[in-house]
């Protein structure tokens, strides 16, 4: 059984930064693919950066420029770091793991931005 812990949310100032992690445990195989998705209240989750074991990257436009999404292979854990924050950026955060047609998901970690 795969367990994903986030951890890193909290309050910003727009502009400021944050970086959220995601430790991974349990049954990790090596062909997988990490990601971050958000939701904001009221509205779909939606995506918002992935990353392959090989490291190929792929982000949302919102976020293209403002965020780096990275991961260690070694240890099972993902990264997002997030840099030029907006109030828009407002949401939970889940940390996602798919390998071989199951999909799992964290429980969260909010990041709430706002002066």
């Known amino acids: 059984q795969v367990q994903l812990v986030e951890s890193g949310g909290g309050l910003v100032r727009p502009g400021g930064s944050l970086r959220l992690s995601c430790a991974a445990s349990?049954?990790?195989?090596?062909?997988?693919?990490m990601g971050w998705y958000r939701q904001a209240p009221g509205k779909q989750r939606e995506l918002v950066a992935t990353?392959?074991?090989?490291?190929?990257?792929n982000y949302a436009d919102s976020v293209k420029g403002r965020f780096t999404i990275s991961r260690h292979n070694a240890d099972n854990t993902m990264y997002l770091q997030m840099n030029s924050l907006k109030p828009e950026d407002t949401a939970a955060y889940y940390c996602?793991?798919?390998?071989?047609?199951?999909?799992?998901w964290g429980k969260g970690t909010l990041v709430t931005v706002s002066s």
């Open positions: 996602n793991l798919q390998q071989y047609g199951v999909n799992i």
């Open positions: 349990g049954s990790i195989f090596s062909i997988n693919v």
């Open positions: 990353i392959t074991n090989l490291g190929s990257t």
